[in-house]
């Protein structure tokens, strides 16, 4: 059973923002480190941001940095990923993830860092 559903995932113009949410499809799931991946067609699973159970630190990829900000509401076990400046580039499926660990390591921009994983929501952006 997957334990983490992302929503929020929709078609946008180049500079509009979006909101991506992903939320424990169980109750008893206590979620440790999380992040955003994003894959686009024909390439690699990328790295977004990610966040560290306490909410304390954060880290960004390169190419979302200064335009998306990721944060946590713990008693919800869910993260969310804002989204401002789109480009026709962000188009991806967005994937959210988390660690057992609550603390982030130095491993935190790797898929391998993760131990659950949801089934990912759709981004496109057209210009």
């Known amino acids: 059973q997957v334990p983490l559903v992302e929503t929020g995932g929709s078609l946008a113009r180049a500079g509009d923002s979006l909101r991506l949410s992903c939320t424990a499809s169980?109750?008893?799931?206590?979620?440790?480190?999380m992040a955003w991946f994003r894959q686009a067609p024909g390439k690699e699973r990328e790295f977004v941001a990610a966040?560290?159970?306490?909410?304390?630190?954060?880290h960004y990829g390169a190419s979302v940095k200064g335009r998306f900000t990721i944060s946590r509401d713990n008693a919800k076990s869910a993260v969310f990923l804002h989204m401002d400046s789109l480009k026709p580039e962000d188009t991806a499926v967005y994937f959210c993830?988390?660690?057992?660990?609550?603390?982030?390591?130095?491993?935190?921009?790797?898929?391998?860092?993760?131990?659950?994983w949801g089934q990912g929501t759709q981004v496109t952006v057209s210009s």
């Open positions: 966040i560290s159970g306490s909410d304390t630190r954060t």
């Open positions: 993830a988390a660690s057992r660990n609550w603390s982030l390591g130095t491993n935190y921009d790797r898929t391998t860092e993760y131990d659950y």
């Open positions: 169980r109750r008893s799931f206590t979620a440790g480190a």
